[in-house]
């Protein structure tokens, strides 16, 4: 097909950014279908951006900031409710090393 | 004898309950009644709440039997699984989510629960709203009520298959490049997407969260105001919702298109469109110029970049969105000797292929070395693409297109290749680039029944221009109900 | 001092609480010591479909800040998203701000030993949210996100620093800095102040910077001081053997006093910043701005100018009386109730401090309230008691709780005036020693101190010393 836009090793990359752990058949095909993507892509160089501001937001925000002031009160049982492993009040993981 | 309530529209619904010809159980039970009748053939629903739609009913009879309820109190509505429901399942069509309950209402919910309506349940979607199809969803394909062989469109194809199929009176969605619009125009009924920021996004799991927004879809485009009314309006827990003034949206309603400018524009009318498509989409822009509306030729020059645009900023919002699902807090967990490797193999399992690929493309373009290339890039062409708008307002009132260059396809069709999904997306996606509202609603069928749908895009908080051009021309348009 | 042939170049990160009631970007309260996940909510904690909302104290602490460190206050800012994967982080990034920080530039005077005070230029001071609070077990860590979106400054600066002291003098000073200003309590033991070290060293002569090594999470200003220490000696022993420092984030191990490379590549991330979606720009008007100046409290240089012309205080005075905010507002509300405040000057840095560097303890649990010192020392210009007296009550106070005329009078502390007493009692003493008055009388004036011994024992220790004197004296004299 096209030329290769992204190597595998920067497939392992990513998914290490991106921490996901992909088989090898899974990095195979994001090899293949992200060098189309990325071939896809390539048609916006055709444009000359040099002079134009970028958007982030759209639309019309209402809400720059809000007062300090407490409004929450203390719900650790629905907090903890979906916890995959807990030990008493805590969420529980692995042991981290540093 | 069949009762056929739940083919009645919001408006017909609502006139007969404040009659109290109808109550809302009855009007529940029977829309819960024909969700079991056709859901196992249509798969719209994840999860049907029946026990608390009921009790919603009945704590809504109480009100309407009171007096001064308000105008959606009692109506049974899909809710697409994306958005949190306090107590109640949301997936998000996720293995990550499969057993996720939320612990509070998405402002939207809480507000249409206030208001009494009844939510029936949860509806499917693509996994994560990635994808046009709802092919993507974890757990099966919902299928397209006017033929079952094909897809409903996505991300909302859940809650778009269950109006169009009468499973509910109406339902909730969300479009970030096109997901309530194109399931609309695939499934043949009325859905809108409002200008960014007119409705709130707290409690709606985020996919791209510049280009995200909530919509209804309905069965008319009267109903779709009466929804619009209930939904507009500033969230102070959402810093990106408009402080604007929700106007009233049925007074627009007049039915008076005489000397609307209506823009075409010529990028929307591509080589490879099917041509029942062109000629239903030609034929309604006919129906306008005999209502009185003049339809001006515009020019959207920068379309053609709107998918490659989109595909950099939506991926890259995403990826850092979905860096949440890690299996610490909540979602699925595969266990490790470490941290990282419990990140990386709950990630692995939770998500479904689309996922991952807009993960690792979001991540990708904002990694070290391809941010100004790929990011930046893009949010320079959207400006462009806002630019386009901006120009063609200045000559027209309101644009017309079709929704999509093709009618629904096949189920498995285009899952070969990514890329040829995202071109669904075509029509519908810069409108989400710049932020604008954008109304899809039935204009034709093509040889096989399939519909055809017309889309309408506003200026920003145009929502009034675009419900009122699309309610005059519903006036004179029956839509098709499939034959399920 | 690195060594005769190197110079240490030191720059620091320093993270900061700011002293708001709520958290950062949700309503959670930021109180510390509650029990585990007791203070989260749904925005803090990550869960699907949250969105933040900017706290407006926040901000406007952050200004007070940026003000006291003379910077350039932003009028447009933007938040962005900084990724990386963390237990304790539970969106997957951190809401900071990247390229447009809300203050720029602005530097730190530290006052100097007497010379000219020495500036430390700032790079930048921004906002952000901090992450929750891991605890290790031996098989497992346990995550409480109490502490994730409480509001953070964080303050770089520029490589300025040139010794580990200076590092410390620094820090003392920025903390002072916050604390004064009212935008941090400070609190080091509730994690409150927290800093990152960057140090390498050059040939001296040298301007271009060597490798750095980063040095994390430093919470204690003596881990400071050691690490850097150990550190300029680790990269000095290495480049003096011929290696090379390669570029690493290390840890402090302040069992052995070492600094050691951590061992997850955590920190080594890309972490892909990009402005964050769901907050809109941080727009500061000039007019806030000036609110803001004219409502700051006094900074400590401020203070110290004040001190010295005002009160005519000392440099060493000053210096020990403004190093903490609570000591000088302690010293501050003594002085209304007395004729001269170097006798509370005095009493502050002497018996309060004191008590209060051994305890340990902050000032306002460590000892009485300023009004009972106060107290003391105007019974002391009253001359109602000794300065003694004084000291003794007060040791006594500590660890009653009580007030400070109560205590006089439980400990019978009250001192004796009374002219006619203290005169009987010397009449008596000199009727019991006719040989020694008569030595006295002949020359011997070391006596006078024996007597002023035997009428104070005679009075139970309770005269007035003065007033002994002065009769004894006369009597005495013939």
């Known amino acids: ?98 | 004898m069949t009762s056929d309530l739940h083919k009645l529209t919001i408006v017909e619904a609502q006139a007969r309950l404040s009659r109290r010809e109808l109550t809302a159980r009855e009007l529940t039970r029977a829309c819960l009644d024909r969700i079991a009748a056709v859901d196992s053939r249509v798969n719209a629903f994840l999860t049907v709440s029946e026990d608390a739609a009921l009790a919603q009913a009945d704590a809504a009879d109480a009100r309407i039997n009171a007096g001064g309820a308000p105008a959606l109190c009692g109506i049974p509505l899909g809710i697409k699984d994306i958005f949190c429901t306090r107590g109640l399942r949301t997936t998000c069509a996720s293995r990550i989510l499969e057993n996720f309950i939320p612990t509070f209402d998405a402002t939207v919910i809480e507000r249409l629960r206030e208001a009494g309506t009844v939510f029936l349940g949860k509806t499917n979607m693509d996994e994560f709203a990635m994808g046009s199809s709802t092919e993507n969803s974890a757990f099966g394909p919902t299928r397209n009520p006017f033929d079952l062989e094909r897809v409903p469109g996505g991300s909302s194809g859940g809650s778009g298959a269950a109006v169009a199929a009468d499973e509910c009176i109406a339902a909730l969605g969300t479009d970030t490049g096109g997901s309530i619009r194109l399931p609309a125009a695939f499934c043949g009924i009325v859905g809108i997407k409002p200008t960014y920021s007119r409705v709130s996004r707290y409690g709606v799991i985020a996919y791209a969260s510049s280009l995200d927004q909530v919509g209804p879809f309905t069965k008319s485009v009267r109903d779709a105001a009466i929804m619009m009314q209930a939904l507009a309006g500033i969230d102070p827990r959402d810093a990106t919702s408009s402080a604007r003034p929700v106007p009233d949206y049925l007074r627009a309603l007049t039915g008076e298109v005489k000397n609307l400018r209506i823009g075409v524009p010529r990028e929307y009318f591509v080589e490879g469109m099917q041509p029942e498509v062109e000629r239903a989409i030609r034929g309604a822009l006919a129906s306008y110029r005999e209502l009185g509306a003049e339809t001006v030729e515009i020019s959207l020059p920068h379309t053609e970049y709107a998918i490659a645009a989109y595909y950099l900023i939506a991926t890259a919002e995403a990826s850092a969105n979905l860096a949440r699902y890690d299996g610490m807090r909540y979602g699925l967990r595969v266990e490790a000797d470490d941290h990282i490797g419990l990140y990386n193999r709950s990630r692995d399992a939770g998500f479904g292929a689309e996922v991952k690929r807009r993960i690792m493309l979001g991540t990708f373009a904002l990694s070290a070395g391809y941010y100004d290339a790929y990011y930046l890039k893009a949010q320079k062409v959207r400006t462009l693409i806002r630019r386009d708008f901006e120009r063609a307002f200045e000559r027209c009132d309101l644009i017309a297109t079709p929704t999509t260059p093709a009618t629904a396809f096949r189920i498995g069709e285009r899952t070969a290749d990514p890329l040829q999904m995202y071109l669904s997306d075509i029509f519908t996606i810069s409108v989400n680039l710049a932020g604008l509202p954008g109304l899809a609603m039935p204009c034709g069928y093509d040889d096989r029944g399939m519909p055809v749908g017309l889309q309408l895009i506003g200026p920003p908080f145009g929502e009034e221009t675009i419900l009122r051009a699309g309610e005059a021309f519903e006036r004179a348009f029956t839509p098709r109900r499939p034959a399920l | 001092m690195a060594s005769e042939a190197y110079e240490a170049v030191i720059g620091l990160e320093v993270h900061a609480h700011l002293q708001t009631a709520a958290k950062l970007f949700c309503g959670c309260t930021t109180k510390f010591g509650a029990p585990p996940n007791d203070n989260v909510c749904p925005v803090c904690m990550g869960m699907p479909g949250v969105l933040p909302v900017l706290n407006k104290r926040a901000v406007e602490l952050a200004i007070r800040m940026g003000l006291a460190a003379h910077c350039e206050i932003a009028p447009f800012s933007l938040f962005d998203r900084k990724s990386y994967f963390y237990p304790d982080l539970p969106k997957g990034y951190q809401i900071s701000q990247y390229e447009l920080p809300i203050c720029k530039g602005g530097y730190v005077e530290l006052p100097g030993d007497g010379g000219a005070p020495r500036r430390i230029r700032l790079v930048r001071i921004h906002i952000e949210e901090d992450a929750g609070k891991n605890i290790h077990e031996s098989n497992a860590s346990l995550i409480d996100f109490n502490r994730s979106g409480v509001p953070l400054v964080e303050i770089v600066s520029e490589p300025d620093l040139r010794s580990a002291e200076e590092a410390v003098e620094y820090l003392h000073e920025l903390r002072s800095i916050l604390v004064y200003v009212g935008a941090s309590d400070g609190k080091l033991e509730e994690g409150a102040f927290r800093c990152d070290c960057n140090v390498s060293i050059r040939p001296r002569g040298s301007s271009e910077l060597g490798v750095k090594t980063e040095i994390k999470n430093l919470n204690s200003l003596r881990f400071v001081e050691k690490a850097i220490n150990y550190e300029i000696k680790r990269q000095v022993g290495i480049l003096e053997s011929g290696g090379r420092i390669p570029q690493e984030t290390h840890l402090f191990d302040p069992e052995r006093d070492v600094t050691r490379p951590m061992r997850s590549k955590e920190f080594a991330n890309d972490y892909r910043y990009f402005p964050e979606p769901d907050l809109p720009p941080l727009r500061v008007p000039p007019a806030m701005v000036d609110e803001i100046r004219a409502a700051m409290p006094e900074l400590p240089a401020e203070r110290r100018a004040r001190y010295a012309s005002e009160l005519g205080l000392g440099g060493y005075e000053v210096g020990v009386l403004t190093r903490e905010r609570e000591v000088a507002d302690y010293f501050e509300a003594m002085i209304p109730r007395l004729k001269n405040p170097k006798s509370a000057a005095n009493w502050v840095m002497t018996e309060v401090l004191r008590i209060v560097n051994e305890s340990g303890k902050p000032i306002e649990e460590a000892v009485p309230p300023a009004a009972e010192s106060a107290a003391l020392l105007k019974m002391v210009e009253e001359t109602k008691i000794s300065f003694n007296a004084a000291k003794t009550a007060f040791a006594a106070m500590v660890k009653s709780s009580k007030s400070a005329a109560a205590t006089i009078e439980e400990l019978g502390l009250v001192q004796v005036s009374d002219e006619p007493a203290i005169a009987a009692a010397c009449d008596a003493v000199l009727a019991a020693e006719p040989d020694k008055v008569a030595e006295y009388r002949a020359g011997r004036d070391k006596l006078f101190g024996f007597f002023v011994g035997q009428v104070m024992k005679a009075m139970g220790g309770k005269a007035n010393p003065k007033v002994i004197n002065e009769v004894l004296r006369k009597k005495l004299a013939g």
């Open chain 1, 1 to 98: 097909m096209s030329q290769k836009r992204i190597s595998r090793e920067q497939v392992l990359h990513v998914a290490e950014l991106a921490r996901i752990e992909l088989s090898e058949a899974e990095q195979q095909q994001l090899e293949t279908d992200l060098s189309n993507i990325l071939g896809y892509i390539e048609k916006l160089n055709q444009l000359d951006t040099e002079a134009v501001e970028p958007t982030f937001q759209v639309g019309d925000p209402g809400t720059p900031w809000r007062d300090d002031v407490v409004t929450n009160h203390p719900e650790p049982e629905a907090m903890l409710l979906n916890a995959p492993a807990r030990e008493g009040r805590l969420f529980k993981v692995p042991k981290i090393i540093e």
